[in-house]
């Protein structure tokens, strides 16, 4: 949550910051400002979107500054309260990712002690402290104020009179780009791929000083070596190359998602905590949680193996038996929760295994073993490729454990993907719409696939979606059903079959409208259902993933319709980093 980014150098700040928040905007985006060291510190900061900003503000001089996109935890999005943040003299700006859990007493006393606050954020204690902790040497104010704050933060200081820019890291990501003759600090890659190849990671505990052409990392007051990474990922990635939106070109990027993603990892890579489990637990949080739960339908029959599956946010409170190893599953790599439950298993002495998109994300240093998806940069808030990723990494575990039996079908997984890209939905989009609610119902392994179709249509179209297995509809949700609420139904040869048709018929006898996804020579289905979305016949291995990507486009065209903003959901950011 949220975008942080810095630069250094010898070019301009200014637009080079604006640029960086562009690109960090899915991360946060109700507020937005920058901030910049000339003779003084300058600042800009507004509520609303960066991306509605025109190209060439024309304002702020200098090379050296700091910026933010802002996903708000503490205080109203507003103007006042979007980041940087200054002490009483203005000589200090700040700009924060994360939350202060212990701001209430610091400020409490900053007040007590004369201090003029403007804004209702955390985040406006730190640039206080800074300023009493100041004797001249903001890196040295820093880190006297670091051990003052509990909780998480990425921070990014500037300072009027010091020619450089000072970062810090505790739970929070924070990635540096080394250019030549400048230095770029930000919350992830993106913005830097235009700049630099080249990063450094920073860790929990660390603080940086960056000057245009010399940068110093320390862990406490100790000077630290870390590691420079050459990232793949190329500026190319994160362009929308002709699509309306990213969450459409990243639907259409699925069939290399699902090849690369099988690819991943074969019987030789695979950890062997995995190969030796006899039961596991996987840990996860929103899409990646559904990813979860279809791998527990899946490895269960197939191998044997029981599958405990914990909500990453609930797991922490959970007094539950540990599995023989623990799989975290989180796109960003920096899902607080599901971090958190991480940690608890090694704690507990548990093995761990990160599923994660994100070479040296937070996930991958702490979990003993990672299995990285490779579905490259996923900039729409809402999940599409990173999923079906998801499930391409956890259906090739299901295979490798169960002896290979799925090869084939996952080999041709990417053309089944590409058959369902042109469906058209139109009938189905007529209906969802216009309606206030849809239920989403599915059995077995579709259940799971209908759960994220559902938080897909509520993401992005805000209508309210609600996925039921079918046999639960009974037991309550029946009162809801009427002409006005249509239910999606995925009715397709296996062993649910019949008695989904028997639950179709059930909702029909209601006046609900059906939209099923089934085979299109279905006479049964066409029967009942008002629209057909056709499925290819093929293994349900591949039919989750066909019904994947259709609900996921049957959102998006709905969304669409409806006019809604795709990629940047209202009150949502990707990458969930505070818990
Ligand atoms: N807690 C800070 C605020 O509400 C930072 C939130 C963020 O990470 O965007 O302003």
Redesign the pocket.
Known sequence: ??GIVGYAGYRSAAPILLQGLRRLEYR?YDSYGIATLSTEVCIHKKAGKVSELPDSPGILQGTIGIG?T??????IPSDI?A?PHQDCTDQIAVV?????ENYSALKRDLIGRGHIFRSD???EVIAHLIEEAYTGDLLEAVRNTLPLLSGSYALLIISAGENRLIAARNQ?PLVLGIGDGEIFAASDITPLLEYTSRVIYLNDGDTAELRPDSYSVYFGDRPAEREIHEISWTPDTIQKGGFAHFMLKEIFEQPDAIHQAVHAVSEETLPSSLLNASSITVVACGSSYHAGMIFRYLIEPACGIPVRLEMGSEYKYASIPFSDVIIGISQSGETADTLAAIRKGICNNVKTVAITNVLNSTITRSAHDTILMHAGPEISVAASKSFISQVGVLMQVVNILSGGRCHDVLDHARYAIEQVLLTDLTEAVDICSKAEHIFYVGRGVFYPVMMEGALKMKEISYIHAEAYAAGELKHGPFALLSPETPAIAICIPGPAYEVMLGNMKEMKARGTPIIALGNDDDEDVREIADVIVPVPKGHPWTQVLTTTVLLQLLAYHTANRLGREIDMPRNLAKSV??E
């Open positions: 949550m949220c946060g933010h802002r996903w708000a935890t503490h205080g309260n980041h924060h990712n994360g939350i202060i954020t955390d985040t929070s980093t505070v």
